[in-house]
């Protein structure tokens, strides 16, 4: 297991259509995060899961986005109705939740979506 | 006013400088602070986290945390061309999980051989 792992790595898509991306953790880590990155900004949260439950989301998180990780294990981010302003990098990190408390998140190198 | 604030930059060194990189925060409630590397067009990495005040160092870096003064910073010794990259100060959003990050904008660094 080398990291984070995110695909695509680059998505080019029209206004108005569907896009997934998918998000593969480090094997052994419980959480895992999503943040959207604009040029030029720091990321921004969205979503995380515990293991296979959706525990938070943010005011970011519009309806035209949804996130899953159906077996607590990779995770997809689907934007319905893409639009311009959904351009950006998206950012998958995880981090294991132990009895000795969290572990630093790893990040991912991103999916970065271009809406034309 | 963001609650974590960082200077975009551009910042421009001479090879062997020592860098200073600072953040300031507003919620008092934040007591774990982070710092990331992100290179062009890749995922941020962690290369320090402390908590509380004072100072943490690991090599030719050290972190440095004024809680009384909500200051953050970040100094790089001897810097290199291959520190050229984007820092970005963050810290757990309180009442948040330890992941969900409030971030800084990023400071932008160049190290000139």
């Known amino acids: 297991d080398t990291g984070v792992s995110q695909n695509p790595r680059h998505k080019i898509t029209k206004r108005g259509q569907n896009v997934t991306f998918r998000c593969d953790p480090i094997?052994?880590?419980?959480?895992l995060y999503w943040y959207r990155q604009t040029l030029g900004q720091g990321p921004e949260f969205l979503t995380y899961?515990?293991?296979?439950?959706?525990?938070?989301k943010s005011r970011l998180l519009s309806d035209r986005f949804s996130a899953e990780r159906p077996k607590g294990s990779f995770s997809t981010l689907e934007i319905q109705r893409t639009e311009q302003g959904d351009s950006a990098m998206y950012l998958c990190?995880?981090?294991?939740?132990?009895?000795?408390?969290?572990?630093?998140?790893?990040f991912g190198q991103g999916t970065r979506l271009t809406v034309v | 006013q963001k609650e974590v604030e960082q200077d975009p930059g551009p910042l421009s060194v001479p090879e062997g400088a020592i860098v200073s990189l600072n953040c300031t925060y507003s919620?008092?409630?934040?007591?774990?602070f982070m710092w990331y590397r992100q290179y062009s067009r890749k995922g941020p990495e962690l290369l320090m986290y402390?908590?509380?005040?004072g100072n943490k160092e690991d090599g030719r870096f050290t972190a440095q945390v004024d809680k009384s003064s909500k200051y953050i910073s970040l100094f790089i010794r001897d810097s290199q061309p291959s520190d050229s990259a984007t820092y970005l100060c963050?810290?757990?959003?309180?009442?948040?999980?330890?992941?969900?990050?409030?971030f800084g904008k990023g400071t932008k660094l160049s190290v000139k051989p």
């Open positions: 094997s052994e880590h419980n959480r």
């Open positions: 402390t908590y509380s005040s």
């Open positions: 990190a995880s981090s294991f939740l132990g009895g000795d408390g969290n572990t630093e998140a790893f």
């Open positions: 919620n008092s409630a934040f007591q774990y």
């Open positions: 899961f515990q293991n296979e439950a959706q525990l938070e």
């Open positions: 963050a810290s757990p959003n309180y009442g948040g999980s330890q992941g969900n990050l409030i």
